[in-house]
């Protein structure tokens, strides 16, 4: 559970794609077509052929809005 007023990670996930969508507009399209997966135990972030991006929650947890922005940015070039 996250402290008072610290956003959980789907809430960080969800801020990451905010500030990619308006640092990177261009890639607009494939932000907004990413599924995201919870994957408990991964360590980091990781996505697939199928547009989806799997992530360690509590990993997620620990890393600023900015570190998960730039591993799903960094995803979205596999």
């Given at each position: 559970?996250?402290?008072?007023?610290?956003?959980?990670?789907?809430?960080?996930?969800?801020?990451?794609?905010?500030?990619?969508?308006?640092?990177?507009?261009?890639?607009?399209?494939?932000?907004?077509?990413?599924?995201?997966?919870?994957?408990?135990?991964?360590?980091?972030?990781?996505?697939?052929?199928?547009?989806?991006?799997?992530?360690?929650?509590?990993?997620?947890?620990?890393?600023?809005v900015i570190q998960v922005a730039s591993a799903f940015y960094h995803e979205l070039f596999h």
């Amino acid at each position: 559970m996250p402290a008072k007023n610290e956003l959980t990670a789907e809430e960080k996930i969800a801020a990451a794609k905010v500030r990619l969508l308006y640092m990177r507009p261009f890639l607009a399209p494939a932000i907004t077509a990413v599924t995201v997966f919870p994957c408990p135990g991964l360590g980091t972030m990781a996505a697939d052929k199928f547009w989806r991006v799997y992530y360690d929650p509590e990993t997620i947890s620990r890393w600023s809005v900015i570190q998960v922005a730039s591993a799903f940015y960094h995803e979205l070039f596999h």
